[in-house]
DNA sequence: AAGAGGTCCGTTTTT
DNA sequence: CGGACCTCTT
């Protein structure tokens, strides 16, 4: 094979076929279970689960819906071939996205096939396989099979220091964009000569391609790869080497792929080539079949990260991809109420281009409630309706941890979280900034992969000055220089420098310092437990100690983060172990005792269900996001609508739909429509909820009403009641929002523009909310009629002038700025606004 | 080497 | 508006 230079027993000692699996072995045991109880373990799927489970050979694309069972079917699947004998554990190639998949699987392959799971060492996530294949022959790929993973963070770094390198402002062209565009080529399966011509041209003057492949030769020098290569670098290994390819072609004789329609290009590329047996290069014992038997689960409906590569169309290709594919469909919930499912279905019908399926329950409760469409008045009253919900909720014996909101863009949680304090409900938001990435976990990791591996640059400039120990700028650049010529990593750099007259004395005594202790801490590696070894590093290098003596207030929570990454590292067997963890899990498991309302993005609740489910903000602009619909047409909006459906499905008894009619962006008041999706909803299946007596509605005066809740709302915002609507569908929001679906009303754009022509020239968001809506080139139309409108009319308001809007009345305009007004409204208060959602009465 | 002040920007996120 | 990031200052 490869000769890889740590030539690991590459094949298990189970791996060539035999007559009988290894005595006490997996397999073993999983085929004396099943002799014990024959196939117990099909027991309780239904028919096409069952179908999905013993539909063993070929391709077979399972296409699972929501709650249908998915994981159930992979897991028992698995099961399956290991009971019959098909396969031992090592010849399964089981796949996934993330950590939580991966785990999960095991912990369910594991309750079938018994405790021993490391007989199933090719399920992972395709980044964690791709590791194992990489330090297998990474000689192949130019690099050494110790080589380090570098994370979005070290990537960044990197490029800056590669774009002025060449001379380029890092302003202009920005390190962090380069680094998207780079993941965007390695989705895509692309090396720097195989980019477009038009993509390598798009950044720094034309040097894209230049940076690029100068990147990915600064990568094989620091002996790193970026996560992207964790893919590229094994497809180009199978590529140019047939031999080895053909070894995993004997080796894997099933593979299972999880969220097939999540796979971006690379991620393609790289199961073609481990699936389609090219003529003449396959094993002789399948060479008749042109595919192994692979089997993809997934549901295009779902398909929610085309922004960041996934391909749905993989999915989509699936049956022209391998013909003769036997496609299931699980369309049998059994997570949601009819009315839920109904909700869900009859929104993603107004989707094209999906393979097509209809969930359905067989046990529909005439009892069960529909899904409900509450109005309110802003996000304040919004979040505080759903906290009084949830209360009731709670009141009635409903568990915290059963509930969730699920939100479409993260600043929504802010309006929550505030609500939640103060109601003193126990919350969790799942997301956001993780443990890993924080500051002092990374300075600790970049000490400690320096000591792992000494070559680590990118680590050793992260911590060479932190804590301080006069190492500044021109100390840095010295050691950068050593290096370069010298042709060595910055640590040997900085060792040699340290011992000859060129530096001051005082940063070298420093250098030296630092040096001989990495020396010593490398020492003592092999010789100590690794979590005391990592406490006597944190100490000795003063790192406890800058945090000990910052006054900040976070810096106690930053010494507790330092303590629990010890901790943390105690499961693991070594340093190394640890490190390579670290690069590739980077969640951390929640406080699951707590039992808590869940917060989160529509995005992470994938995969999640809950009793009862909130979705806030269904309002154009916001979701649909006016982003996917300016940046991505008609694909964008559909992607929107499978976030919608995500978003519903994840619900089993109570769905509760939100919008609001003003939301505050950027400080600015704006009036908002409700979402499209809102009108995609089956009637038979949703209520409109007028919740008057929980909050105001429209006009309506809620000034301490409540009972057993003294003056909960703080100030009224209305004297006296104005008009009230029968249900939203009559607020004039809704019907506004009827006439926007048809005309793209120029009103709105041509008044509200002002006088930020230059802003929206520029290409200023400013267009965000309200403006450009239904347009797929919102931003362009705009602008050249925000051109005309405002050479038309030079000032449209003045301070003192009486105005009317839609939503809050009648009022003064107070102040302007550009095309901001401050307004005070006879009763709704100051608000911002812009002016063109005000005229003048 | 911290702090004031200015500028820019503003979905979604894994590995 | 508010956060992140940067620069220039003391």
């Known amino acids: 094979m490869s000769g890889s230079p740590d030539d690991l027993p590459f094949f298990g000692d189970e791996e060539a076929p035999r007559p009988t699996p290894r005595e006490g072995g997996i397999a073993a045991r999983a ?43 992979l897991t028992t699947r698995i099961a399956h071939i290991l009971a019959t004998g098909r396969a031992y554990p090592s010849q399964i190639l089981a796949v996934t996205f993330t950590n939580k998949a991966a785990r999960e699987m095991k912990a369910r392959v594991g309750v079938f096939v018994g405790e021993a799971i490391e007989g199933m060492p090719w399920l992972g996530t395709f980044h964690s396989i791709g590791v194992k294949l990489l330090r297998r022959h990474a000689e192949l790929a130019g690099l050494k099979s110790s080589f380090t993973i570098l994370d979005t963070d070290d990537q960044i770094r990197l490029l800056k220091q590669l774009i002025q390198a060449q001379g380029l402002d890092d302003k ?32 720094a003057n034309g040097k894209g391609r230049e940076l690029y492949a100068a990147y990915q030769e600064r990568l094989k020098t620091l002996n790193a790869v970026d996560f992207g290569d964790l893919l590229l670098h094994p497809i180009r290994i199978f590529r140019d080497h047939p031999d080895v390819l053909r070894e995993y072609y004997r080796k894997f004789k099933y593979i299972l792929v999880d969220e097939y329609q999540d796979t971006n290009t690379a991620q393609y590329m790289w199961l073609r080539l481990l699936a389609q047996r090219s003529k003449g290069s396959a094993s002789s014992s399948r060479e008749d079949s042109a595919y192994i038997n ?64 209809t969930l359905f329950t067989d046990q529909p409760d005439p009892d069960e409630p529909k899904v409900k469409v509450h109005a309110a008045w802003d996000s304040e009253e919004e979040a505080r309706a759903v906290g009084e919900e949830i209360e009731a909720l709670q009141a009635k014996g409903h568990a915290l941890n059963d509930m969730a909101i699920l939100v479409r863009a993260s600043f929504q949680m802010r309006e929550f979280e505030d609500r939640f304090v103060t109601l003193g409900l126990n919350y969790r938001v799942i997301g956001g900034p993780r443990f890993y990435e924080r500051q002092e976990i990374r300075d600790a990791l970049a000490y400690f992969r320096v000591v792992a591996q000494n070559a680590d640059d990118l680590a050793f400039e992260r911590i060479v000055n932190v804590p301080k120990r006069g190492l500044g700028e021109a100390a840095v650049r010295q050691i950068h220089d050593v290096a370069r010529i010298r042709g060595v990593p910055l640590l040997q750099a900085a060792r040699d420098l340290a011992g000859t ?45 800058m945090w000990k003596n910052d006054r900040s207030a976070e810096a106690p929570g930053r010494l507790d983060n330092l303590k629990e990454l010890i901790r943390s590292m105690e499961e693991y067997e070594s340093l190394r172990a640890f ?14 005792a707590l039992d808590a309302v869940s917060l989160m993005t529509l995005h992470s609740a994938k995969g999640l269900e809950f009793d009862t489910v909130f979705l806030p903000g269904w309002e154009e602009g916001l979701f649909p996001h006016q982003r996917a619909l300016d940046e991505g047409g008609r694909s964008g ?14 619900a089993k008894q109570n769905l509760h739909i939100w919008f609001t009619s003003n939301r505050r962006i950027y400080g600015l008041w704006q009036s908002t429509l409700p979402s499209r999706f809102l009108d995609e909803l089956p009637e038979a299946h949703v209520d409109v909820v007028e919740d008057g007596s929980v909050y105001g509605g429209y006009g309506q005066s809620y000034g301490g009403q409540q009972p057993g809740r003294p003056n909960p709302y703080g100030r009224s915002r209305f004297d006296e009641p104005g008009e009230v609507f029968s249900s939203p569908y009559s607020t004039p929001g809704w019907q506004r929002a009827q006439r926007n679906r048809s005309e793209a009303t120029a009103r709105n754009w041509g008044t509200r523009s002002g006088h ?86």
């Open 637 to 650: 909006l559909e992607e929107e609508r499978r976030l919608a459906y995500v978003g519903v499905t994840r």
């Open 172 to 203: 202009r062209w920005p390190a962090r964009q380069f680094a998207q565009m780079i993941d965007g080529w390695k989705n895509k399966g692309l090396g720097p000569s195989e980019i477009q011509e038009g993509d390598a041209r798009a950044f």
């Open 294 to 357: 692979i089997c993809c689960v997934g549901d295009d409906d779902q398909s929610i990260y085309g922004w960041r590569g996934a391909e749905v169309d993989n999915i989509l290709r699936f049956e022209k991809d391998f013909p003769g594919a036997t496609v299931i469909r699980l369309e049998r919930n059994y997570r949601s109420t009819a009315h839920i499912l109904g909700a869900a279905s009859h929104l993603i019908a107004h989707n094209e281009g999906r393979l097509g399926k």
């Open 31 to 73: 085929m004396a279970a099943r002799h014990q109880a024959p196939q117990q373990y099909l027991e309780g799927l239904n028919p096409e689960q069952r179908q999905a489970v013993e539909t063993t050979e070929g391709p077979v694309l399972v296409l699972a819906g929501a709650g249908t069972g998915k994981t159930r079917v």
């Open 501 to 545: 007259e060129e530096m001051k004395p005082k940063p070298r005594a420093s250098l030296r310092n630092l040096v001989e202790s990495f020396e010593r801490w490398q020492g003592l590696l092999d010789r100590m437990p690794h979590t005391e070894l990592a406490e006597q590093i944190l100490e000795e290098s003063g790192y406890t100690d």
């Open 579 to 592: 490190l390579e963890h670290v690069a590739l899990v980077m969640d951390t498991d929640q406080n699951a």
């Open 756 to 841: 930020q022509v230059e802003r929206v020239g520029y290409g200023e968001p400013d267009s965000g909310y309200g403006a450009g809506r239904g347009s797929v080139k919102g931003r362009t139309i705009e602008g050249e009629f925000v051109a005309k409108s405002v050479s038309d009319t030079p000032s449209a308001f003045k301070v003192g002038d009486r105005v009317f809007h839609l939503k809050f009345g009648n009022g003064n305009i107070a102040a302007i700025d550009g095309n901001k007004l401050t307004v005070d409204f006879d009763k709704a208060g100051q608000k911002r606004v812009l002016d063109g959602y005000v005229e003048r009465v």
